[in-house]
Each structure stands twice: as structure tokens, then as C-alpha cells.
């Protein structure tokens, strides 16, 4: 029996890595494998057989070299989700996936397998899985943990050619036994972020660490451990470090339930919410604005975004990698121009066309640019 009073040989793990995809070069994602092979060490290290760990595999070329491992194709993970799953025995499931994601027009999770491709996004429709392995298919496994590490931005700010392919897995009858705790490791609309120079996941990488810290062998407290993940997260924001926040669903018989990834903004005195900080002018809100676009949380989306710009004054950017230090480096550069606040806002709206911020963006510039005494002409 492990420190929590599960035994160790009634765990069984799906873990699930993809970085390399049929799709090439392009879609190529450093991290995922290595933070599942990270995951499969501790549960080895809790106890947890290997031959429980169902190691599902696509690293990218020149990276990580991994023996006995499974594909991570479409067919052969649907096949564990509906065939290879349901024969086994136990009482606590793990289902570990880091790789590509976006988030569906249905608010459907859906992660992008090994094989697809731009013409063929084939994929594990996440909700489905998780109604699947809470109906009467699966025997036993009435502790279900998901840790997902993939983007949650919407589909429609991709533009695909072609629609998504419907990833959904056939469910059995609804049960009232199971008890499933998701952790996503960023909010809807957000990018998961990677840390290309390490090769991991952001969200992995914290997570990893709070297991390995927290008591209860291979079942440890879910909320205990998004609690700790969450205060390590409000760090890493309050440096301005990363700005995603993971979250976490409850699925319990008869109920469920979302918890934020930190407290909602507190009412002043007379119970109105305060709006956006102004005090600081129009350059402040000017950032603010600019900050509300996830892309500008992640540093290979602003390298992007700054490609989009002037050559000439992008040679004599100051950069940095913390994003509001950043930001403030690009804003003071184009400002020698007329025209080079507006040709940021035209780049950051071509790759994040979301109405709402562009309006925010739209008047947060036309405010900065009227206190420097600059004027329209605007976008």
C-alpha cells in the first residue's frame, strides 16, 4: 500500500506525449515526451508497475531517444480508449496528454494525435473521453486524474482550411460512481507555454514538482495539488513571468464544478467591481491592453507578432523576456513613427482578431497617441 492507502498495482496510467506531428516541421512542440516520461518516472517511483504505464509516444527528431514505447497515432490511442482501457483492472486511472490542443466551437477540448496533418486535424475529442470513462464501460477506476498540457485557444483564431474531424469515442451507460478531477493547464482561450530552451511544459514542469512534494503516493488530493500549482502560477504572474492559469473541473456523481485558477477581482465598498487601473495614462493602459492578448505572454507568439513590423526599427528593438518589459521596449520604438503604434496594432489583430481587445487596443492608442500630441490616423 502506498502513503495514501491506494495500492500501487491498482494504478493504471495512459500517459501521453506528442511533440513531432505528420504535419512537419511547423507544428513541432519541444517538451511534451520528455514531461511524460518525467510523469512516468514518478509513478514508478510511488510504486505504480510498468507494466500499468501505458507509454503512448511521438518525440521529435534529435531530442529525447525513448525504447519501448507505443505509437501516438489516432488509431492506436483510440484503440486503448475504447478496447484497452475497459479490460483492465483498478481503482485510481491516470490519463497524462501534453501536445498540440484547441479549444472547439462546441467548448470542446480537442488534442491533435501524432498523425495529423493541416488537411487532416485527427484527434481525441477530450470531453468525450472523459464521458467515455465515466460510463459503465470502464469497470472500477472511480478515481480518475486528467492532466492535460495543451493550449486552449479557439479554434476560429487558427483559421483552418478544413473544419475539425469529429474526434468524439462512443460512451457506455452514465454511471454515478466516478469521481474525475482535470487539471488543464491554461484557461479557455489560452496558450499552454513551453519552454523551448529546457524542452518542457511550463504547467508539466510545475505540476511535476508539486507531486513529487506532496503526501499520498499515487493518489495524492487533487485540489491540494492544483492549490499548489496555483500559488506557484501567481508567482510566476506577479514577475510578469506568465500570464496562463490553469484550472480545474470536478466531476462528481450528480454534480460538477469549475475552480478559477486564482480569486475573483473583490468588490469596493459599494459592491461594484472595480474597471481597468487608469491611472497610469494612456501608455499604461496602452500595455494593459496589449497584455489582455495571450500571444503576448508567450515569447516565440511576440517574436511573431514583431516580424510582422518594420524591419528597421525591429533592429533597433530592445528586447526582453519578461512580456511587460517587452512590450514597453516595442511601444517606445515605434512611437518615433506616426504610423509604427498602428502598425502594431494592425500585426497583434492579424494574428488575434478577437473584437473585444482589438476595441480596448483601438482606443487605449488613440489615448497614448493624443497625450504625445500625435493624432489619428488610427487603424
Known sequence: MSAGGVDPARVVALVVGVEAYAAGPRWTLPGPVRDALRFRDWLRSTGVPDANILLHLAPAEGTVTVAGHRAADHETLRRVLVHELPSRQGDVLWVWWGGHGVL????????????????????????SARRRLSSDVLPGFTEQNWVVDACRTFEERHRPAVTIPDGSLPAGQRLRVHRQNVL????RGQRAANDPVRGLGVFSDILLRELAALPGGPAP?????????????DRLRAEESHTQLPTLQLHRPGHAEHLPARPATPPSANGVRPGPDRTGGGLVRVVEALLAYPLMSDRDERQTMVGELDPVLVARMPRHAVPRTDILGILRTL??????????YRAVTLLDDDPGRAVELEQALREFLAEDGAGPPGP
Open 104 to 127: 472547439d466551437r462546441d467548448e470542446h477540448l480537442r488534442l491533435y494525435c501524432a498523425d495529423a496533418t493541416d488537411a487532416d486535424r485527427r484527434n481525441i475529442d477530450l470531453e
Open 184 to 187: 488543464l493547464a491554461a484557461d
Open 221 to 233: 488530493d487533487p485540489e491540494a495539488l492544483f492549490a499548489a500549482v496555483r500559488n506557484r502560477f
Open 335 to 344: 512611437r518615433r513613427r506616426p504610423e509604427g503604434p498602428w502598425d502594431l
